[in-house]
């Protein structure tokens, strides 16, 4: 019963690097997410696939791509890190249609760039 | 712009007593709105959802009521217990994916 599984849990990265953040959900979902938490700001969504080969821009793209490998993976990439990119990411997967059974998340990526 | 908001970063009660925690959104396009539970270091889990046609859905001792022409949610949970402790999250769809999030409210519940 994995559900949906983050990699690399922690990771520190010096300003300018580059890295990517892998999900990959077993639940058969279609559609998938990227959010960051940062104090006093909640979740906000970076970039959703709302099924396999569709990625879309969320409420805060900027720095970042995305890659819907196949079904079951999505990934982030931060091309240049910077310090304002230091956060909790969370990955998240659901089924199409209305959200009334919410989304399913993974435990989180640790982000910090010094 | 956010268009979520959960005003009390904290809340404590006693072991027993109602939890309610409120929500206020803005935007009059979100027809579906839920509610998280997160505990530190894990991601945030589903609690319960209701849809903008209905003004009360109850999950044992959960009860989600919305107030559309207000534009207000509250999350009650009765009787609340120690393990109830953590951070709960407002959240508000439309019928697309961009589900927008409150800041939060720690609810801590004594024994």
């Known amino acids: 019963n994995a559900g949906v599984t983050q990699t690399p849990k922690f990771q520190v990265l010096k300003t300018g690097q580059s890295m990517t953040l892998q999900c990959a959900q077993d639940?058969?979902?279609?559609?998938m997410y990227w959010y960051r938490q940062d104090p006093g700001m909640g979740l906000r969504l970076i970039y959703y696939s709302a099924s396999e080969g569709t990625t879309d821009k969320g409420e805060v793209p900027n720095g970042y791509n995305v890659s819907r490998l196949n079904k079951r993976e999505f990934s982030l990439r931060l091309e240049s890190a910077a310090p304002s990119q230091t956060s909790v990411y969370f990955c998240?997967?659901?089924?199409?249609?209305?959200?009334?059974?919410?989304?399913?998340f993974g435990s989180g990526t640790r982000l910090t760039v010094v | 712009d956010q268009q979520v908001k959960q005003n009390s970063p904290s809340l404590s009660v006693q072991e027993g007593r109602i939890s309610i925690l409120n929500c206020d959104y803005t935007?009059?396009?979100?027809?579906?709105f839920l509610w998280y539970k997160k505990y530190p270091a894990e991601g945030p889990t589903f609690l319960i959802s209701?849809?903008?046609?209905?003004d009360k859905n109850e999950d044992g001792r959960f009860t989600v009521f919305l107030n559309k022409s207000a534009k207000h949610l509250s999350l009650h949970i009765v009787p609340s217990q120690p393990g109830d402790s953590a951070v709960y999250f407002c959240a508000a769809s439309g019928d697309n994916n961009d589900m927008r999030f409150g800041a939060g409210t720690r609810l801590t519940v004594k024994p």
């Open positions: 935007n009059s396009m979100f027809d579906y």
């Open positions: 998240a997967s659901s089924e199409q249609g209305p959200p009334n059974y919410g989304y399913t």
């Open positions: 209701i849809s903008s046609i209905k």
């Open positions: 639940m058969n979902h279609n559609s």
